[in-house]
């Protein structure tokens, strides 16, 4: 199930795999719903799925606006509100772990938890050498790219496969922005952090984002009443390129999404 919902000026393309509480799933940069490969359909054994292809990604053609975190936020929180959700579990990949990110800032009612996976919380938290690979994304990036599968796939799927320079130049924009979102974390939902250990970013800034989500605070206890809402994950020998397709990362998100949802039940 899917098609095309009118939000925001966009014709946002979305798909729907699945039962049970609605989860939305959100690709990275220059990817699309297919790139989740084989966690999207291991997610929808336990939940809908809404797979959503953002702005200018994947079957959702570009408009005229730049390409922001905070737009297509507000994409994503028009969608619950089209698809009568009133909120959503949202789990998103690198650029769409900001989008998911940014949603729970602005949109806090629509969230009911967040898996944020390879997401840092500051722009200075990429590796120096990721930022430098960042500054110089854009339109000249087109010849590398389309020796890989990421084009491959846009090309076959894209609305307008020669928007694909135009993409390349929003992406740069965005990715040149300093961001900090340190002074808005609090009041997020509850929160599962994964990184992997050779992530694009230090396990060390995984933990600083943990520990501003209440975490590494205190002992657990031996009950675990003192644990907190938020939970952190290091997947061993996984990398910021190959975490979203990884074995271990479905087993690691069902028992978090699954607390939350049980302990979301019994309230109700």
């Known amino acids: 199930m899917g098609g095309y919902a009118p939000v925001n ?10 039962s049970g509480e609605p989860l939305i799933l959100l690709h990275g940069a220059i990817g699309a719903i297919e790139t989740a490969g084989d966690t999207l359909p291991a997610l929808a054994k336990h939940y809908r799925v809404i797979a959503v292809d953002l702005q200018a990604h ?6 005229d606006r730049p390409l922001l975190l905070e737009l297509m936020a507000d994409d994503i929180a028009t969608l619950i509100d089209y698809l009568g959700l009133g909120s959503a579990n949202l789990m998103g990949y690198s650029l769409g772990g900001g989008v998911a990110l940014q949603t729970a800032i602005r949109h806090r009612d629509r969230v009911r938890s967040l898996v944020l996976v390879s997401v840092p919380f500051r ?4 590796y120096p050498e990721i930022q430098a690979d960042m500054e110089k994304m854009g339109p000249d990036a087109i010849e590398p790219l389309k020796q890989t599968p990421i084009y491959e796939l846009y090309s076959k799927i894209a609305p307008r496969p020669q928007d694909f320079a135009v993409l390349l130049g929003k992406l740069g924009d965005l990715l040149r922005r300093d961001y900090d979102t340190s002074q808005q974390l609090a009041g ?3 929160t599962l952090l994964v990184a992997g250990d050779s992530d694009s970013f230090s396990p060390a800034h995984a933990v600083e984002f943990f520990v501003r989500l209440g975490g590494g605070q205190r002992d ?49």
């Open 9 to 18: 000026g966009l014709q946002l393309y979305y798909e729907i795999h699945g």
């Open 123 to 126: 722009k200075a938290g990429w």
């Open 220 to 268: 657990g206890g031996w009950d675990g009443s003192s644990r907190p809402a938020s939970q952190l994950a290091i997947l061993p020998g996984t990398t910021h390129y190959d975490i979203f397709t990884s074995a271990a990362l479905v087993p690691t998100v069902l028992p978090f999404l699954g607390s939350h949802t049980h302990a979301q039940s019994a309230a109700q």
């Open 188 to 190: 997020l939902p509850p």
């Open 58 to 63: 994947g079957r959702t053609a570009d408009i």
